[in-house]
């Protein structure tokens, strides 16, 4: 009888493109998944360590599972593997092994190819398996490929790590240093994907944008830029995104791609953090406000449509109301078409969690609603001049009501539309006629038996 694998994702993309390499790796061991822990023989929790309390939300999920397995035992049941995989495994693996004797595995993001291996090692000798290192060989080299692609759109991580060394961010130590997947294996993956059915693909890394692939035929390095242009060329692939990027790293290359490939996407994530410089210089961005603007300018000149989203972080330590307020100015001067923020808290083991804390939890809520209400605004604007124009929607899933399909506007917007189910799957034009704070209705623009034509 098949084993049963129960992964649970937090966090980022990044985590989700893992847990779905990590059921591919063990497909072949017999493993098929399942979204129930409590029929699994093994229970991957693939952890996040960005957010307050990571290790705590392990400790809690790992004695759940403790007891599972207990009443599972008492009742002459199958065993039940736990392994802790993703950022806290990395950051926290020594720890989680002493504080939680029923984690029989612990695995970094860099060296979950090796979970076969560890999980016969766990299987043999409970609590010898513990692997966080940054391997020198790339785990992509030891990965299967990819079994499946749900609905039209694919993730494929193509850079991980990072050298930015923001002062608040954990990133750099628990997923190492800048290394990018060579281009011939990035465009492999990318045909592949397309033959099982994404059209659409998101390029995940952390610092995606100071991706810097080995070129096919040797040579300097590809720029994303670059490589946009040769993904744009695979059969199948009708549009490319990236996240996450960092504003120091969008070189003329990249710039310029967004005004000459009409498959790359006008929609960018990228993060900001704060309006204001000293802040910025605290968090050690290595950018100011006004370089950030004139980002936007130069991006807006390439793609005019060009629609951008953020993440910001309220209450870094010294904040100050006038700082904020920089803040502010800046969300609402951008215009986002979305954003993330956050209070800020501090992650162990970073710079910034040697600053004095000095905002009370008060004033940080207080100030992370107006910054959230500017950013809702912007949205909302955003949603609202989308009404009355004709746009092309990746159409993939049912909607609420009978005879609607949803599918994603060019700038990641959910639009539900009269379509027939025989059309999922293909790019159509919608003209919008209705906006809501996170989706778009509207009506095919052409007459459904010429838009399947
Ligand atoms: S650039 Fe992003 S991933 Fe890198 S340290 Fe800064 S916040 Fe973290």
């Given amino acids: ?69 207990a009443e599972r035992m008492a009742a002459g049941g199958a ?9 806290t495994a990395q950051a926290e693996g020594e720890e989680i092994m002493r504080r939680a004797p029923a984690v029989d595995l612990v695995v970094g993001p860099q060296a979950y190819h090796r979970l076969p ?28 490929q990819q079994s499946r692609v749900e609905g039209t759109a694919a993730f494929l991580t193509i850079q991980e790590g990072c050298d930015k060394f923001c002062t608040f961010c954990v990133v750099p130590y628990t997923r190492g240093a800048e290394t990018s997947r060579p281009v011939a294996a990035v465009l492999a993956e990318a045909a592949h ?37 040769a993904l744009a060329e695979v059969p199948g692939i009708a549009r490319i995104r990236y996240t996450t990027s960092h504003p120091r790293d969008m070189d003329d290359e990249l710039i310029a791609a967004h005004g000459t490939l009409p498959a790359l996407m006008p929609f960018l994530h990228l993060p900001v953090q704060s309006g204001a410089d000293r802040i910025l210089e605290a968090m050690n961005r ?19 449509d060009l629609a951008l989203s953020s993440d910001f972080i309220v209450g870094f330590p010294g904040e100050s109301e006038k700082e904020f307020q920089a803040t502010l100015d800046l969300a609402a001067e951008i215009g986002f078409a979305q954003a993330y923020s956050f209070k800020y808290s501090p992650r162990p083991g970073t710079p910034a969690s040697m600053m004095a804390d000095s905002l009370s939890e008060d004033v940080k809520s207080e100030r992370l609603a107006r910054l959230q209400a500017v950013i809702a605004d912007g949205q909302r604007r955003f949603n609202d001049a989308c009404v009355g124009r ?12 009978e005879g609607q399909l949803i599918g994603r506007s060019p ?31 509207g009506r095919l623009a052409a007459d459904p038996a010429e838009a399947a034509a």
């Avoid at 560890?118 to 010898?128: D, F, N, V």
């Avoid at 980002?295 to 390439?302: I, K, W």
């Avoid at 379509?419 to 799957?425: C, D, F, Q, T, Y």
Wanted: proline share 5%.
């Fill in 1 to 69: 009888m098949a084993k049963k694998l129960c992964i649970k994702t937090y966090g980022c993309q990044m985590n989700v493109y893992d847990s779905g390499r990590m059921a591919d790796l063990l497909a072949p061991l017999g493993y098929a998944t399942t979204d129930e822990a409590a029929e699994a023989d093994l229970v991957i929790l693939n952890t996040c360590h960005i957010r307050e309390k990571a290790g705590e939300k392990v400790y809690s999920d790992v004695g759940r599972l403790r007891n599972l397995r």
């Fill in 79 to 87: 065993p039940l593997t736990i392994a802790v995989a993703g950022c």
């Fill in 117 to 144: 291996e560890l999980i016969a090692r766990a299987h043999r000798s409970k609590g010898e398996a513990l692997d966080t290192e940054f391997p020198a060989e790339s785990k992509f080299d030891h990965l299967p």
């Fill in 193 to 229: 994907l397309a033959r099982l059915g994404a059209q659409e693909i998101t390029l995940l890394g952390q610092n995606v944008n100071a991706y810097h692939g080995e070129a096919p035929e040797g040579g300097a390095p590809w720029s994303l830029g670059r490589l946009a242009h």
């Fill in 286 to 304: 290595r950018h100011t406000a006004d370089d950030y603007r004139r980002l936007v300018e130069r991006l807006r000149q390439a793609r005019p």
């Fill in 390 to 401: 004709t746009m092309p929607v990746l159409f993939d899933r049912p909607g609420r009501h």
């Fill in 411 to 441: 700038y990641m917007q959910a639009v539900h539309a009269e379509v027939p189910a025989a059309l999922s799957g293909r790019i159509l034009d919608v003209t919008i006629e209705s906006a809501h704070p996170n989706s778009l209705g």
